[in-house]
């Protein structure tokens, strides 16, 4: 693995604003970036669909469940020109891409258990973002344009997969803020000021590198 590369990885609660973390961090840095294109760039590699892929990603069980919501409804055959992936098969495929990428550049990485992957590179930064219920919520709202009863459950629903997919696919908790690098409560801070914390904490780690490292 090219160990001059600096990986930044970032986990989540849902609402807690990864994802635009993430695009801060890639803006200033000049980085490339890798939330969907991994999901993308896993169906390419198995030959199969996007969908399937979809599926399951951070959810654990995911694609069984899409099985069985296509059978009930007489559709299992839509599935017959198309290998069926497993869990386990998607996750590898996934963990992969996220190793090619670490190995050809310095990259931004949300989410897919790519802190856990990566947790043996030298460079790798490993962010944890969480944030309290009414802080999460209202992201989710806003973002959605829904209720703030379905955000709620929207995230509830999302926390709870993402931690069974890490669990399963790492036998970690998500949770355990000793696993990372920095761990930040994006509804005390704000994101201004969270991004501002983590830039500092890139400069202090890698000096000059920081910017010259893409």
Sequence with gaps: ??????????????????????ERLNEKLKYSYYDDEIVREAAKDLKTSVEQ???YDEKQDGIWNSILS???HGNLSSFSDVEIITDDKAHKAESNIIM????????????RAASYVL?????HVSIFLHANVDFRKKRIRESYNISGEEAQHLNEKIDKQRL???KVFTGTDMYNACRYDLSIDTSKLG??????????YLKERFGDELLKSK
Excluded: C
């Design 100 to 111: 090619k990428i670490a190995n050809e550049k310095s990259a931004v990485i949300i989410g």
């Design 53 to 55: 892929i979809e599926s």
């Design 70 to 72: 296509y059978s009930e």
């Design 164 to 166: 069974k997919y890490y």
């Design 1 to 22: 693995m090219n160990r001059s590369n600096i990986i930044i990885t970032i986990d989540r609660q849902s609402g807690s604003g990864g994802k635009e973390m993430g």
């Design 191 to 200: 994101m201004e000021k969270s991004e501002a914390l983590i830039m500092d």
């Design 119 to 123: 947790r043996n590179h030298s460079r």
